[in-house]
C-alpha cells in the first residue's frame, strides 16, 4: 500500500529518538510525534476518499438521469468504490499498529483479506494469485500489522512480475506449521535475484527502482517489524523459477 511508504519515511529529530547503548532497536512506534504525524496523515488521506466516493456517486446518478445503463462504466464505478473502501481500512489498519492489538485468529481468513487487498492491481495486470493454508490454522498476533507486512511483500513481487514482463505471472502464498513454529511462504516466478542484490535486499535505503517508484524502505521496514514486533524472522533465496520469502515466527501458549 501507498500508505506504507508515506509512514516510514517521516523522521524524527535526533534529539527526541531515544536510544539506549543496551537496545539498538529503534522505537518507532513509541514516538509520541509519529503517532500525531500519522493521525495528520490519515485525516488527509480521508478526505479526498470521501471526495472520490461522492463523485462516483454524482456519476452514477447522472448516468440513471440520462438513462443510460453500461455495464462496463458500472463496473468501472464498483470498482473505484472498492478501491477507495480497501484504502480506508488500510488506514485503521495502520492506525492499530500503534495499539499492538493481539489476537487469535484464523490465518485463511487473514490471507484472504490480503487477496483482497491486492486483487484489483493484480487482476489489471493479469497475475495469478494462489493460496494454501489450511482452514483451521490458527495463529495469536497482530493481525493488522501481518496483514501489512504481508502486502508489501506481494507488491514488491508483484513489481518485479510487471517488470520484467514475465509470461504467465504468478504469485503463490503458502502457510503450515509444526509444533514451534507457523511458517508463511511467498513465492513468484519472476526469474530470482543476483548475489548482490540478495545481500543488500534487507538493508536501508537500497532499491532496484527508480527513485520515483520506491525508497528502499520497504523491505527493511517489514524485516524490522516482524523482529521488533513481532519476534519473526525473514529470509530469501532463490528458487527455479523466482525468488521466495519465508516469514517463521514461534508459536505461543496464547494460540
Known amino acids: 500500500m501507498y500508505i506504507f511508504v508515506i509512514i516510514v519515511t517521516i523522521y524524527l529529530p535526533e534529539s527526541k529518538v ?18 500525531e504525524a500519522f493521525a495528520t496523515i490519515a485525516h488527509q488521506w ?6 472520490i466516493n461522492a463523485l462516483v456517486g454524482s456519476v452514477d446518478n447522472r448516468l440513471y438521469e440520462l438513462g443510460v445503463d453500461d455495464s462496463v462504466i458500472a463496473g468501472y464505478l464498483l470498482e473505484i468504490e472498492k478501491i477507495t473502501k480497501e484504502m480506508s481500512k488500510s488506514i485503521d489498519s495502520y492506525r492499530g499498529l500503534f495499539q499492538q492489538k493481539k ?26 494469485f494462489q493460496i494454501a493454508v ?10 493488522a500489522l501481518l496483514q501489512e507486512i504481508l502486502v508489501t511483500i506481494i507488491n514488491n513481487a ?21 509444533e514451534f513454529y507457523l511458517f508463511i511462504k511467498i513465492c513468484d ?7 548482490s542484490v540478495m545481500r543488500k535486499i534487507f538493508e536501508q535505503n537500497f532499491t532496484t527502482k527508480h527513485t520515483s517508484e520506491g525508497t528502499g524502505l ?38
Not at 481468513?109 to 493484480?122: C, D, G, S
Not at 516466478?189 to 548475489?195: C, F, Q, W
Open 103 to 128: 489476537e487469535t485468529f484464523k490465518l485463511k481468513k487473514l490471507l484472504e483479506n490480503v487477496q483482497k487487498n491486492i486483487e484489483y492491481i493484480f487482476k489489471e495486470k493479469e497475475i495469478d
Open 46 to 51: 480521508r478526505q479526498p476518499l470521501s471526495h
Open 189 to 195: 516466478n519472476a526469474g530470482g535475484m543476483s548475489k
Open 218 to 255: 520497504g523491505l527493511f521496514m517489514v524485516k524490522k517489524l516482524l523482529d521488533e514486533k513481532m519476534n519473526g524472522q525473514l529470509s530469501v533465496k532463490n528458487v527455479e523459477s523466482g525468488v521466495c520469502f519465508t516469514l517463521q515466527f514461534p508459536r505461543t501458549r496464547n494460540e
Open 134 to 143: 489450511d482452514e483451521n490454522l490458527e495463529f495469536y498476533d497482530d493481525t
Open 18 to 35: 531515544t536510544t539506549s547503548t543496551t537496545n539498538s532497536k529503534t522505537l518507532l512506534y513509541e514516538s509520541e510525534d509519529l503517532k
Open 158 to 178: 508483484k513489481d518485479a512480475l510487471v517488470s520484467r514482463n514475465i509470461y504467465k505471472p504468478t504469485v503463490k502464498l503458502d502457510a503450515w506449521s509444526d
